[in-house]
Nanobody, 116 residues
Framework: QVQLVESGGGLAQPGGSLTLSCAAS????????MRWFRQAPGKERELVAA????????KYADSVKGRFTISRDNAKRTVYLQMNSLKPEDTAVYYC?????????WGQGTQVTVSS
């Protein structure tokens, strides 16, 4: 059974930090690229960050470059999203995604709220 379980969301103040984790099971984790998406109320889901299967390549949305860092630990079957200098516009549900060719898996999402 494939599972992607996100954790680490919550409430942060503007300028603060949060680290999201996504624990994977049920598939060969190190064969899949991993991505973080987010969806704010009334908006479409957007790609935030991506990392290759072996972790040697990353990419970021322009809105988070220099503030967010994606990483993975294949031994722990976990992908992370370190979020610094958070802004109110980062408020959204964050989703973990695994992708390999045409196969994709999704987590259930974790809420991140940035507010004073």
């Amino acid at each position: 059974q494939v599972q992607l379980v996100e954790s680490g969301g919550g409430l942060a103040q503007p300028g603060g930090s949060l680290t999201l984790s996504c624990a994977a099971s049920g598939f060969t984790f190190n064969n899949y690229a991993m991505r973080w998406f987010r969806q704010a109320p009334g908006k479409e889901r957007e790609l935030v960050a991506a990392i290759s299967s072996v972790g040697d390549s990353t990419k970021y949305a322009d809105s988070v470059k220099g503030r967010f860092t994606i990483s993975r630990d294949n031994a722990k079957r976990t992908v992370y999203l370190q979020m610094n200098s958070l802004k109110p516009e980062d408020t959204a549900v964050y989703y973990c995604n695994a992708v390999r060719r045409t196969v994709e898996y999704w987590g259930q999402g974790t809420q991140v709220t940035v507010s004073s």
